[in-house]
């Protein structure tokens, strides 16, 4: 008989500072060495219901608790969140705000440090967990020095560090690029085999999770538990369309192809899938729907020249980039962290002086020009909208670079209320940003850069951290933006965004520039794929698997199918 | 955008061997001594060791030569600014004058503002040398440590530590947040009105105080899941414990400490007055 | 000190407070075209943080936060201004327990009461504590060090006046209030 490890009987929650109940009804029983994936949109209670299994509910968000949540046995409500932590390992999403050490190995101690724990077994223990996770040579970095999946390794390692059973990870590829994301689902996947610790990941990135095994999927949305059905059982049925979780792509492409997906065919991954009973289907389907190729006018916006640039002569952090961007273009420029995305966008912007080349708006060299000025041709909006907002209302944070340009109040008014209807806010134009959603307080910084009347702006990961009904309101809400005449720079490492939204793409490495063509291409090249830490999209290898000659050729039509299905 | 600033360098010394421990104790009573006494042999005698203390370290001047620039030209200021505001302080002082040089109005140089300048320069010129040795050798993780051992509660050690962990992190949020406020067209450098000004830093400081308030909630249940604060007393990684040397050194701070307060008030004054 | 006055958020609310205050010492100075004299941004954060985490947080980011400041920046710490700091940080967080920022709750009345608080503590600080230490310790003329105390008293007594004023109505804005909001045609 399986052993119990979570018990959930008809539990609810309700935070104090909130008018209704976050999770209510909720059964669930995880058993002994379990791996199990919790999805659900945003706002649905999965992470609420991971703060009930680690203790930050109700200790840390006080709140109401009826019914019972039980771990090992031990009612939760009666314990602390110390004696909970003991029990219960967990890796945060967001890997600078919980990585608090000044090195690694004091950061993976943390939780032996705080139990008073002698030094010679802190080092014991620090590196038996370290070499679990493979961070064992960077023990003494500082969190500056590591990347993003290093943190996460480092954090995962302290959290096992005293022996937990139960390993609970909150969105854990939220702030991760492609390849790092499928190394760390991996990695996962690597400890629970090795411990059979009890695993439980909450996500919403489902095609992710699904790179690794998962004994069982519990979808949540709007505080219930809506299945708790097996991976295979799960994707055969409409559950994920209707609560708004994207399915893997290739399912997606089997769905348009008109085929069934039954358990029978074992769609939990590519490897398993049955694809013999459809493939006629699939071809059948390739053939019928073309692609019209467009014609991109040639109207060159911004052009760079040779671009140069490093805080120090010898340390060049760009090297000779030039590209050119076409009017009307919605582009995206990827590459891995720490390539020189972000540098080129300053550069672009004027944050930062280029030490040799030139950049050129509609013709005219932007290098004599201040900030300020360029603020008037190229928008640039931060990743988190709160990094940019700082007045109260709307109005008032629309109209703030007008102000400090000197312009008239009369003017201000036409202008913030032409801007807040392009950007779907007029309605709101008194509310105060405070009750805003993320996405809405999105466009209200686009809104901000759009009214001082550039045609180009540029977005450092426009969706980052959102889900698939937030990531699809963003976007269309760009997409329809490009429609009326702006030119779109994203910077990004979502595959989905660029190859569904974007027309053409320029990868950085090492603060070069490696390749610059259609993404579908550019998804296509292994060497590229490699140096820009991306990972292939699914399609190609379901393309591949049903014998298709030309897996390129399909990945094109399967997006343009797919865009005008959602009707873009 | 990289700013000089002073951190650790790893090397191996007499002095980096010392615990953090040992080199706090050692510098906060080395700091007391310079600022009760005015007796200047002491201060001749501690600027000397300063040096050779420092020399013994083994870290290259050009590490900290920038600080040390602005350091002195911080003393030169200052020491005009002392002659214009007072130039008889040093006549107050030990009551006697000895006119060197009559300049204009009542401003003469005497013996006794030089003696006294000298002294106070002397002052910031024994203790600088050992600041910036302890802010060079002492590793950031183990100086946390060291507070909590010289008993320092470990809540506030571990605030420090916190600090410096996130002091990059904010300085890097602060960037970023004034670059996209300055596309938009703050200018703080140009000329106007103060409260214009200030009403603009508000643009750059709300952003930023929002981060860190949301920072706050997430590291306080970040530390809270991994057990801060549930015990009485917590261990650390970074400390090290004492050795020889340490109460050696320890040793002969407290000697030299009790030493000096017993030259220095063995007359009854704090200043050694070589006027009479 | 025990663990009621230093919860595990007030501890996150130093180091964080102290990281903040030092990055605005060094990056957030304004020039008032005085010469020599400064706005000072972090002492308008420091009153704010000081009226939501209460005097110790004042106090300790006070302290901590300008010693760290002068130690990476200027190589030694100056200790008679480290503890106006920190005495402005702790007066504030005393004397405004009963302005209730937190729950959004910064009227006219508040606003008169933060002010006078800070007139007071700030006097406190930089025209009697900061230069009655400096001829203390270093021995100073007592005229150069009272008009320094004044300059830099005034000019904090400004910052936290105008910018620290707007920072706690700001931040009680977004506290979540009851009320409907409508769509506007």
């Given at each position: 008989?399986?052993?119990?490890?979570?018990?959930?009987?008809?539990?609810?929650?309700?935070?104090?500072?909130?008018?209704?109940?976050?999770?209510?009804?909720?059964?669930?029983?995880?058993?002994?060495?379990?791996?199990?994936?919790?999805?659900?949109?945003?706002?649905?209670?999965?992470?609420?219901?991971?703060?009930?299994?680690?203790?930050?509910?109700?200790?840390?968000?006080?709140?109401?608790?009826?019914?019972?949540?039980?771990?090992?046995?031990?009612?939760?409500?009666?314990?602390?969140?110390?004696?909970?932590?003991?029990?219960?390992?967990?890796?945060?999403?967001?890997?600078?705000?919980q990585?608090?050490g000044?090195?690694?190995?004091?950061?993976?101690?943390?939780?032996?440090?705080?139990?008073?724990?002698?030094?010679?077994?802190?080092?014991?223990?620090?590196?038996?967990?370290?070499?679990?996770?493979?961070m064992?040579?960077?023990?003494?970095?500082?969190?500056?020095?590591?990347?993003?999946?290093?943190?996460?390794?480092?954090?995962?390692?302290?959290?096992?560090?005293?022996?937990?059973?139960?390993?609970?990870?909150?969105?854990?590829?939220?702030?991760?690029?492609?390849?790092?994301?499928?190394i760390?689902?991996?990695?996962?996947?690597?400890?629970?085999?090795q411990?059979?610790k009890?695993?439980?990941?909450?996500?919403?990135?489902?095609?992710?999770?699904?790179?690794?095994?998962?004994?069982r999927?519990?979808?949540?949305?709007?505080?219930?538990?809506?299945?708790?059905?097996?991976?295979?059982?799960?994707?055969s049925?409409?559950?994920?369309?209707?609560?708004?979780?994207?399915?893997?792509?290739?399912?997606?492409?089997?769905?348009?192809?008109?085929?069934?997906?039954?358990?029978?065919?074992k769609?939990?991954?590519?490897?398993?899938?049955?694809?013999?009973?459809?493939?006629?289907?699939?071809?059948?389907?390739?053939e019928?729907?073309?692609?019209?190729?467009?014609?991109?006018?040639?109207?060159?916006?911004?052009?760079?020249?040779?671009?140069h640039?490093?805080?120090?002569?010898?340390?060049?952090?760009?090297?000779?980039?030039?590209?050119?961007?076409?009017?009307?273009?919605?582009?995206?420029?990827?590459?891995?962290?720490?390539?020189?995305?972000?540098?080129?966008?300053?550069?672009?912007?004027?944050?930062?002086?280029?030490?040799?080349?030139?950049?050129?708006y509609?013709?005219?060299?932007?290098?004599?020009?201040?900030?300020?000025?360029?603020?008037?041709?190229?928008?640039?909006?931060?990743?988190?909208?709160?990094?940019?907002?700082?007045?109260?209302?709307?109005?008032?944070?629309?109209?703030?670079?007008?102000?400090?340009?000197?312009?008239?109040?009369?003017?201000?008014?036409?202008?913030?209320?032409?801007?807040?209807?392009i950007?779907?806010?007029?309605?709101?134009?008194?509310?105060?940003?405070?009750?805003?959603?993320?996405?809405?307080?999105?466009?209200?910084?686009?809104?901000?850069?759009?009214?001082?009347?550039?045609?180009?702006?540029?977005?450092?990961?426009?969706?980052?951290?959102?889900?698939?009904?937030?990531?699809?309101?963003?976007?269309?809400?760009?997409?329809?933006?490009?429609q009326?005449?702006?030119?779109?720079?994203?910077?990004?490492?979502?595959m989905?965004?660029?190859?569904?939204?974007?027309?053409?793409?320029?990868?950085?490495?090492?603060?070069?520039?490696?390749?610059?063509?259609?993404?579908?291409?550019?998804?296509?090249?292994?060497?590229?794929?490699?140096?820009?830490?991306?990972?292939?999209?699914?399609?190609?290898?379901?393309?591949?698997?049903?014998d298709?000659?030309?897996?390129?050729?399909?990945?094109?039509?399967?997006?343009?199918?797919?865009?005008?299905?959602?009707?873009? | 955008?990289?700013?000089?600033?002073?951190?650790?360098?790893?090397?191996?010394?007499?002095?980096?061997?010392?615990?953090?421990?040992?080199?706090?104790?050692?510098?906060?009573?080395?700091?007391?001594i310079?600022?009760?006494?005015?007796?200047?042999?002491?201060?001749?005698?501690?600027?000397i060791?300063?040096?050779?203390?420092?020399?013994?370290?083994?870290?290259e001047?050009?590490?900290?030569s920038?600080?040390?620039?602005?350091?002195?030209?911080?003393?030169?200021?200052n020491?005009?600014?002392?002659?214009?505001?007072?130039?008889?302080?040093?006549v107050?002082?030990?009551?006697?004058?000895?006119?060197?040089?009559?300049?204009?109005?009542?401003?003469?140089?005497?013996?006794?503002?030089?003696?006294?300048?000298?002294?106070?320069?002397?002052?910031?010129?024994?203790?600088?040398?050992?600041?910036?040795?302890?802010?060079?050798?002492?590793?950031?993780?183990?100086?946390?440590?060291?507070?909590?051992?010289?008993?320092?509660?470990?809540?506030?050690?571990?605030?420090?530590?916190?600090?410096?962990?996130?002091?990059?992190?904010?300085?890097?949020?602060?960037?970023?947040?004034?670059?996209?406020?300055?596309?938009?067209?703050?200018?703080?450098?140009?000329?106007?009105?103060?409260?214009?000004?200030?009403?603009?830093?508000?643009?750059?400081?709300?952003?930023?105080?929002?981060?860190?308030?949301?920072?706050?909630?997430?590291?306080?249940?970040?530390?809270?899941?991994?057990?801060f604060?549930?015990?009485?007393?917590?261990?650390?990684?970074?400390?090290?414990?004492?050795?020889?040397?340490?109460?050696?050194?320890?040793?002969?701070?407290?000697?030299?400490?009790?030493?000096?307060?017993i030259?220095?008030?063995?007359?009854?004054?704090?200043?050694?007055?070589?006027?009479? | 000190?025990?663990?009621?006055?230093?919860?595990?958020?007030?501890?996150?609310?130093?180091?964080?407070?102290?990281?903040?205050f030092?990055?605005?010492?060094?990056?957030?100075?304004?020039?008032?075209?005085?010469?020599?004299?400064n706005?000072?941004?972090?002492?308008?954060?420091?009153?704010?943080?000081?009226?939501?985490?209460?005097?110790?947080?004042?106090?300790?980011?006070?302290?901590?936060?300008?010693?760290?400041?002068?130690?990476?920046?200027?190589?030694?710490?100056?200790?008679?201004?480290?503890?106006?700091?920190?005495?402005?940080?702790?007066?504030?967080?005393?004397?405004?327990?009963?302005?209730?920022?937190?729950?959004?709750?910064?009227?006219?009345?508040?606003?008169?009461?933060?002010?006078?608080?800070?007139?007071?503590?700030?006097?406190?600080?930089?025209?009697?504590?900061?230069?009655?230490?400096?001829?203390?310790?270093?021995?100073?003329?007592?005229?150069?060090?009272?008009?320094?105390?004044?300059?830099?008293?005034?000019?904090?007594?400004?910052?936290?006046?105008?910018?620290?004023?707007?920072?706690?109505?700001?931040?009680?804005?977004?506290?979540?209030?009851?009320?409907?909001?409508?769509?506007?045609?």
């Amino acid at each position: 008989m399986r052993k119990p490890v979570i018990e959930f009987t008809n539990f609810s929650f309700h935070y104090r500072t909130q008018s209704s109940p976050t999770l209510s009804g909720i059964n669930l029983t995880i058993y002994e060495g379990e791996k199990i994936l919790i999805i659900g949109p945003s706002g649905s209670g999965k992470s609420t219901l991971g703060h009930c299994i680690n203790g930050l509910v109700p200790f840390f968000y006080p709140g109401e608790i009826s019914g019972s949540l039980k771990i090992f046995g031990k009612e939760t409500k009666k314990e602390s969140i110390f004696k909970l932590s003991s029990m219960v390992g967990t890796v945060l999403q967001d890997p600078d705000a919980q990585f608090i050490g000044l090195t690694a190995a004091e950061d993976i101690a943390f939780k032996l440090e705080n139990q008073f724990v002698p030094q010679e077994e802190l080092f014991e223990s620090v590196n038996r967990v370290a070499d679990l996770v493979d961070m064992k040579e960077h023990l003494e970095s500082t969190p500056q020095d590591l990347s993003g999946g290093q943190k996460q390794r480092v954090t995962l390692a302290g959290s096992m560090i005293d022996d937990v059973n139960i390993l609970l990870f909150d969105e854990p590829l939220a702030n991760l690029d492609p390849a790092t994301g499928k190394i760390a689902i991996e990695l996962i996947d690597r400890i629970h085999k090795q411990t059979g610790k009890t695993t439980i990941i909450i996500e919403h990135r489902l095609e992710d999770v699904l790179h690794g095994e998962v004994d069982r999927i519990v979808i949540i949305d709007e505080g219930c538990i809506l299945a708790d059905l097996t991976p295979n059982e799960l994707l055969s049925s409409n559950l994920l369309i209707d609560t708004g979780i994207r399915e893997p792509l290739y399912l997606t492409a089997l769905r348009y192809a008109g085929c069934t997906i039954t358990p029978m065919l074992k769609p939990k991954s590519l490897k398993t899938l049955n694809i013999e009973v459809n493939k006629t289907k699939l071809h059948a389907w390739y053939e019928s729907v073309g692609y019209a190729e467009k014609k991109q006018k040639n109207d060159v916006l911004l052009e760079l020249k040779n671009i140069h640039f490093g805080y120090s002569k010898t340390k060049e952090i760009i090297k000779d980039v030039s590209f050119k961007i076409n009017k009307g273009e919605l582009l995206s420029l990827i590459g891995k962290n720490g390539a020189g995305k972000s540098t080129l966008a300053k550069l672009i912007c004027g944050f930062y002086l280029p030490t040799a080349g030139e950049i050129l708006y509609e013709g005219e060299n932007l290098i004599e020009q201040s900030i300020k000025e360029r603020g008037d041709h190229i928008g640039f909006v931060l990743q988190n909208p709160n990094q940019m907002i700082s007045q109260n209302f709307i109005f008032d944070e629309v109209a703030l670079g007008l102000k400090f340009r000197g312009v008239a109040d009369k003017e201000i008014k036409d202008k913030v209320f032409h801007a807040l209807k392009i950007c779907g806010l007029y309605e709101l134009r008194n509310w105060p940003i405070s009750a805003l959603s993320f996405g809405q307080k999105k466009r209200v910084t686009i809104a901000s850069v759009l009214v001082l009347g550039p045609k180009l702006i540029l977005l450092d990961e426009p969706t980052a951290g959102q889900d698939y009904k937030h990531y699809n309101e963003i976007m269309e809400f760009l997409w329809n933006l490009n429609q009326q005449g702006i030119t779109i720079i994203m910077i990004t490492h979502d595959m989905h965004l660029m190859l569904e939204y974007t027309n053409r793409a320029i990868v950085i490495s090492e603060g070069q520039k490696i390749r610059e063509d259609e993404p579908a291409n550019i998804l296509a090249d292994e060497d590229v794929i490699r140096l820009a830490n991306l990972k292939e999209t699914s399609l190609y290898q379901l393309a591949n698997k049903a014998d298709f000659f030309d897996q390129r050729d399909f990945v094109k039509r399967f997006i343009h199918f797919d865009r005008r299905t959602r009707q873009l | 955008m990289n700013h000089k600033i002073l951190s650790y360098i790893h090397q191996e010394s007499p002095i980096h061997r010392l615990t953090g421990a040992a080199k706090l104790i050692g510098f906060i009573l080395w700091s007391l001594i310079a600022m009760i006494t005015y007796d200047t042999r002491i201060l001749v005698v501690m600027f000397i060791l300063g040096i050779m203390i420092f020399l013994s370290s083994k870290v290259e001047f050009r590490y900290i030569s920038f600080v040390f620039y602005i350091f002195l030209l911080f003393l030169f200021i200052n020491n005009i600014a002392i002659f214009l505001f007072e130039p008889m302080q040093g006549v107050e002082m030990y009551h006697t004058k000895h006119e060197i040089l009559h300049i204009i109005g009542h401003y003469t140089l005497t013996a006794e503002q030089l003696f006294y300048q000298f002294n106070l320069t002397l002052k910031y010129l024994t203790i600088i040398p050992l600041a910036l040795l302890f802010m060079v050798t002492t590793h950031p993780s183990e100086f946390a440590a060291s507070l909590n051992k010289i008993g320092v509660s470990y809540r506030i050690a571990y605030a420090v530590a916190l600090a410096l962990r996130y002091i990059p992190d904010i300085q890097r949020d602060y960037q970023n947040i004034s670059l996209a406020q300055q596309a938009r067209g703050i200018d703080l450098s140009k000329k106007q009105k103060l409260t214009k000004k200030l009403r603009y830093a508000s643009s750059i400081l709300m952003p930023l105080i929002f981060l860190s308030l949301n920072r706050i909630e997430t590291i306080s249940a970040a530390i809270e899941l991994r057990g801060f604060g549930s015990q009485k007393r917590r261990s650390w990684y970074h400390e090290r414990p004492f050795t020889k040397e340490d109460y050696l050194a320890i040793m002969l701070i407290i000697l030299l400490f009790v030493f000096s307060m017993i030259i220095t008030f063995l007359d009854g004054n704090r200043f050694y007055n070589p006027f009479r | 000190m025990n663990s009621k006055v230093l919860s595990i958020k007030t501890v996150v609310a130093i180091g964080i407070g102290a990281a903040v205050f030092i990055i605005l010492s060094r990056f957030g100075s304004i020039p008032t075209g005085i010469p020599n004299t400064n706005v000072e941004t972090s002492y308008a954060f420091l009153a704010l943080m000081s009226l939501l985490y209460g005097p110790v947080a004042g106090l300790l980011i006070g302290l901590i936060g300008h010693t760290i400041k002068d130690a990476v920046f200027y190589g030694a710490p100056w200790f008679s201004w480290i503890i106006a700091s920190g005495v402005v940080g702790l007066l504030i967080g005393l004397a405004a327990s009963r302005i209730k920022l937190r729950d959004g709750k910064f009227g006219i009345k508040a606003i008169i009461s933060f002010n006078i608080i800070q007139v007071i503590t700030n006097s406190i600080a930089w025209f009697l504590i900061a230069p009655t230490l400096d001829i203390f310790i270093y021995a100073e003329p007592a005229n150069k060090v009272y008009i320094q105390g004044l300059v830099a008293g005034a000019a904090n007594i400004v910052t936290v006046g105008v910018l620290g004023t707007l920072l706690a109505i700001a931040y009680a804005k977004t506290r979540p209030k009851k009320g409907s909001l409508t769509r506007e045609l």
